[in-house]
């Protein structure tokens, strides 16, 4: 891809891992799902920050508190971006980031709403893509 203030092409991989709460499968393909994302996300050495999704219509499930605690705990810079957000209207999407923030423990952490359909939420997820590839 060609960024912005980079003299030249920049290459990347964006990698699409399983889901680690609520999946319809069993519970040892979860465990096993698991520790393959936990390997992954430990040794690889061109990770640069983890796009971790969460449903903005819902408060954080305990497994999306446990997914940020850890990558918080390893030193795994995480984004947190709110899907489905042309589910809900704007005034329910500030107290819903809210709430993603309080349930995580953070406030000052950066939420970003996103709707796939309407496309909200891309330009600024491009350019959070953009900027690591400078660093």
């Not at 796009?51 to 305990?62: E, V």
């Not at 995480?78 to 993603?100: F, H, P, S, W």
Request: proline share 4%; glycine share 6%; with cysteine.
């Amino acid at each position: 891809a060609k960024v912005p203030g980079a003299e030249e092409r920049q290459s990347f991989y964006l990698v699409d891992l399983p889901g680690y709460g609520y999946a319809k499968t069993g519970k040892e393909k979860r465990k096993l799902w698991s520790a393959f994302i936990e390997e992954y996300l430990k040794t690889s050495h061109e990770l640069q920050f983890v796009c971790q999704l969460i449903d903005i219509r819902h408060a954080p499930m305990a497994s999306d508190v446990d997914m940020f605690r850890w990558l918080v705990r390893e030193g795994i810079p995480v984004l947190i971006v709110a899907t489905k957000a042309d589910k809900i209207g704007k005034n329910a999407r500030e107290k819903q980031v809210q709430l993603i923030q309080k349930t995580l423990g953070v406030a000052e952490l950066s939420v970003l709403p996103y709707s796939s359909l309407k496309n909200e939420g891309r330009s600024e997820l491009l350019d959070v893509i953009g900027d690591s590839l400078l660093k």
